[in-house]
């Protein structure tokens, strides 16, 4: 089913050994290999809903039948260099921050996996993660934004002609 190899070689490019005792670092892997696949990398787990968040039972069954890999991040697998670029930029986003991973996957699951809107699913959240700290839910969301989300062209177009006249008064300030 799922491609545990590949998965390690995911936390091995993040300097992440996975832990399966520990509940911390079972929602980082989790919401780790959530947000990258919907960010099209292939390692063909199955995900779904529950308490916390986007889950994948077989991702789970991987990581505790292999447990001594995970942890010693040994598989043999690697990354493309397109990979590579793509966990670096996840893990720069998030830092390993259990938390936000869990908002931040579980925030673009619901959006992207149950065609919600994004205000609809920003509700979702607040409901279902209650327990989290509106900032913490609002960086979550931004990095999950961020990091999946390409702005288009006319997306660019408009931040340019909307933040164009702030950033040169900003300018002509420091100028004086």
Not at 126 to 154: C, H, M, N, V, W
Request: with cysteine; charged share 30%.
């Amino acid at each position: 089913m799922g491609d545990w190899k590949k998965a390690i070689a995911v936390f091995e490019e993040m300097d992440f050994s996975l832990d399966c005792d520990e509940f911390e670092d079972k929602i980082i892997g989790q919401k780790t290999i959530c947000l990258l696949q919907l960010k099209g990398m292939n390692l063909n787990y199955p995900y779904g809903m529950y308490v916390r968040g986007s889950y994948s039972p077989a991702f789970t069954k991987d990581y505790y039948d292999h447990k001594q890999e995970f942890k010693s991040l040994s598989s043999g697998a690697s990354l493309s260099d397109e990979e590579k670029a793509m966990v670096n930029t996840l893990d720069n986003l998030f830092q390993k921050n259990a938390p936000l991973l869990e908002i931040g996957a579980t925030y673009a699951y619901i959006v992207e996996k149950t065609n919600r809107s994004s205000v609809e699913a920003f509700r979702i959240i607040k409901e279902t993660k209650g327990f989290y700290r509106d900032t913490q839910i609002a960086k979550g969301i931004s990095k999950a934004k961020e990091f999946l989300f390409e702005p288009t062209e006319k997306d660019l177009e408009w931040l340019k002609k909307e933040t164009g006249p702030m950033q040169r008064a900003s300018i002509k300030s420091m100028r004086h």
